[in-house]
Structure formats: C-alpha cells, structure tokens
C-alpha cells in the first residue's frame, strides 16, 4: 500500500504538479493520446475511413519540410534562450510531427478521432484493446487532476 501511494504522489507530480498545473496535465492528454494513436495504428491498419489521405508527393513532402523545419527552429531558439517552459512545447511538436510522419494524418483526423470513448467498445478484442483502455484510464484520471487544478486556481483566485 505505501509502495502504490508513493508511486501516485509521483505520478501527481510529474503529470499535474500535485494538482497545481492544469497546462502541465493537459500537456500529458495530448501525449498520451498521440501514443495511443500511433500503437492503434501500428497495431490496427484500418484507419482509411476516419483519415483524410494526401497521397505521396509534393504535397506531403512541403508539409514534412514545414515540420521539420519549424521543428529544429524551435531547437535551435531553445538552445540559445534556454527557455524551461519551451520544452515541453518542443517536445509536444516533435511527437506530433512523429505522429504526423508516421501515420500520414496530416489533418489530425485519426488523432480526433480516437478520442472518442465508444469507438474503443467497437474495436476488436486483444492486445489494441487492453492498451487503448490502459490509455483511456490514464487520460481519464488526467482529465480529473485537470478539473482539480482549475478549481484549485479557481478558489485562489477568490
């Protein structure tokens, strides 16, 4: 019991500052999310109806250069300023453009998609299943340290 306590205080800490941070949680959503969706797709390779496909070619290719390029540029602007708060930003835009490389999804339909609770009921059972519910656990008590840390700052502010 004291191990699965202090393994939440620092799970709290990490994702939520201890319910202080309702950007810092909403920041892991979106990570978490964005995982669940690249090991959907690793795993399910059904994802042509809910994804708006931009065929290989000059389109893609402008895009990912788009990326890339804005993606070192914030590189670069954080090792000469070494701003702390743009770190997570960073980080936040290479997974997205990982996830936009990986799976073609461009528009962020697949990505939307998935967030949709019922569309795990519908999905096949095994191992996409228990991961994709793992997931949806995880960013269900996020979403909860989110709400907290609103009221919190909320009642501080009064």
């Known amino acids: ?32 999310e964005i995982l669940a969706s690249l ?3 690793s795993f399910v390779h059904q994802t042509s109806s ?24 914030l590189c670069v602007y954080n090792l000469i300023f070494w701003d702390k708060s743009s770190i997570l930003y960073l980080i936040l835009f290479g997974f997205i453009g990982i996830y936009m490389i990986t799976t073609h999804d461009y528009f962020l339909d697949f990505l939307i998609n ?7 009921i519908q ?6 299943l228990i991961i994709q519910l ?4 995880i960013i269900f008590y996020l979403i909860f340290q ?4 609103l009221r919190a700052s909320k009642t501080n502010q009064l």
């Open 1 to 32: 019991m004291k191990n699965y306590i202090a393994l939440k205080n620092n799970f709290d800490k990490i994702t939520s500052n201890n319910s202080a941070s309702w950007s810092l949680a909403l920041f892991w959503i979106v990570l978490f």
């Open 146 to 149: 989110v709400v907290k840390s």
């Open 134 to 137: 793992f997931f949806k656990l």
């Open 50 to 73: 809910t994804m708006l496909h931009i065929p290989d070619g000059i389109y893609s290719e402008i895009i990912i250069g788009l990326i890339v390029t804005i993606y070192v540029w």
């Open 123 to 128: 999905s096949d059972t095994g191992i996409n």
């Open 114 to 120: 998935n967030i949709n609770i019922f569309r795990l």
């Open 39 to 41: 090991i959907e797709y």
